[in-house]
Each structure stands twice: as C-alpha cells, then as structure tokens.
C-alpha cells in the first residue's frame, strides 16, 4: 500500500496519495501500536507527502505528533533531529516563531549531547537559533550567539564558504536592528567584499549585502556613500532582476532620495520620472 501511495504522489495525486498513507498509518497503528518502529516510518512518508504537496498545517500535526513519538524512544532514536528540523522547517514556514524557539533549543540541546559541539549540523543549528532569537526580537540573546557561531563556522566550515558569509551578514542584521548602524557598516562592508570575491559581483547574494549596505550608509545620514551604493545596486538590480522588477524601481526611487539629499536636484527629478514611467 505504501508503494502505491508513492505512486499516486509522483503522479500527482494527493488526495489518493494522503488517503492511503493515513489508511496505511491507521491500520499500522491498530496492529502494532504507534510507537512501533513500522508505525513511526509510515507517520514519517505521510509527512514527506503533506510537505510535498505544501499542505504545511496538516504536516505540523503529524511531525509534532512524530516528535513526540520517537522522543518515546529515547534520544538515542536516530531520526528524532532530523523529524525536529523538519518540524522546524514547517514552524518558518507558517511564521510559528516562538515554538520554532522553543524547538530550536531543545535541538540544539540534543546535538550537542549525540554529535558534539563542534559537529557541522551543531552548528547549523545553533545558527537557526540565533536567527529565530533575532526574528523575535532577543537581540541580547541573538547578538553573543551569533559571533559564537561567526567563530565556529570559520573554524570548522571554513572562512570562504558561503554559509559562513550568511552567518557574518546575519550579524550585521542583528546590530541593524539594535539600531547599531555602524557595527553593521563594518560589517557588512566585510561581507560585501567576500561576496564579491568569492561569488561575484554579479550574484544576487551580492546584490542583498550592496542594497544592506546602501539602507545602512543612509541611517547614518552618510549620503554620498549611500548614493553610491544605491547606483550600484540599479545596475545589478537590472541585470539579475530586470529594469522593471519591483527592487530594480524601488532602488531608483532611493537613489532619487539621496540625490536630493546632496542637493542633486536635477538628478533626483530625473530619477525619480524614470522610476514612475516604469511603473506605469
């Protein structure tokens, strides 16, 4: 029955495919009892079905019931993280950010004591958390664990990879909205320079940590450099995005601002027309 509902899901047939997983599941569950090994992997190709198919409320249920299961069987279970990281997952997606903390935690709890400190899916996790402490707004919390991570990451995962340069730009983020705009300009410009070296100054990465840089220079009133900055956003942004995406005008728009902040008025009109006729 299990294969046949996979064949109904690569066939694109979800209400098939989910009715014979629950059916599948049920049946498992009367004979051998949720907690049963058989069980608990049946629960896990429903969930697999309910996230492929998007259907992320219904796939909740089942990887927090999942959860709860195969904590039953002791830590030493080996697919309790990886069940936790896609409960984790749903959480995100659904904007559930406090009980994805409280997830977060206990994950980071467990990986320590099974894999170590220092085990890159460790420190995966502990990213996830600082992240989740920032999107909640705990920077007190997120801004030591984020340089934690910083170090980690350079140390085990290596200075140069990308990952490495999201955890560094998640820092600048965290000062950002501590109102620390000039530990975020330091680094930030940081970031921009690794971007740039490592994925090219025409990748969208890139782009992000230039339009950052561009917002921050311009908290800080810091305005020629900001213009600059802003410039160099609207040529990338029309080359990756086109000159009529929604970033490429709002960036023109920003750039019109700053003009006339340095009494470029002319410019500034000028921009700004463009803008507009984009829109239109």
């Not at 498992?28 to 090994?37: A, D, I, M, R, T």
């Not at 992320?56 to 990281?85: H, Y």
């Not at 965290?174 to 330091?186: H, K, N, T």
């Amino acid at each position: 029955m299990e294969s046949l509902a996979l064949t109904y899901s690569d066939l694109g047939r979800p209400e098939d495919s989910v009715s014979l997983c629950k059916q599948v599941v049920r049946i498992q569950s009367e004979e051998f009892g949720k907690e049963n090994p058989t069980t608990i992997t049946s629960m896990e190709s429903l969930l697999q079905t309910y996230m492929k198919f998007k259907r992320s409320e219904e796939a909740r249920a089942v990887a927090e019931e999942l959860v709860g299961l195969e904590k039953t069987s002791g830590n030493e279970q080996p697919n309790l993280l990886v069940t936790m990281g896609v409960l984790s997952n749903i959480y995100g997606k659904l904007k559930l950010y406090q009980p994805d903390l409280v997830l977060a935690e206990e994950r980071l709890a467990l990986a320590r004591s099974t894999r170590g400190h220092e085990d890159p899916d460790t420190l995966y996790i502990m990213n996830h958390l600082a992240v989740t402490y920032k999107r909640l707004g705990q920077y007190e919390k997120a801004l030591p664990l984020s340089k934690q991570v910083i170090d980690l990451f350079k140390r085990i995962i290596g200075s140069e990879n990308p990952d490495t340069i999201t955890t560094i730009t998640n820092l600048a983020i965290v000062y950002s909205s501590m109102g620390q705009y000039e530990d975020a300009v330091r680094i930030e410009e940081e970031v921009l320079d690794l971007r740039r070296q490592f994925l090219g100054p025409e990748h969208p990465d890139t782009l992000l940590t230039t339009t950052n840089l561009a917002i921050y220079y311009e908290r800080l009133d810091r305005y020629q450099e900001a213009s600059v900055m802003w410039e160099q956003v609207i040529t990338l942004s029309k080359k990756i995005l086109g000159i009529k995406h929604w970033q490429t005008i709002a960036s023109m728009k920003a750039l019109a601002t700053m003009y006339a902040e340095l009494g470029r008025y002319e410019e500034g009109r000028y921009m700004m027309e463009e803008a507009e006729v984009l829109l239109s």
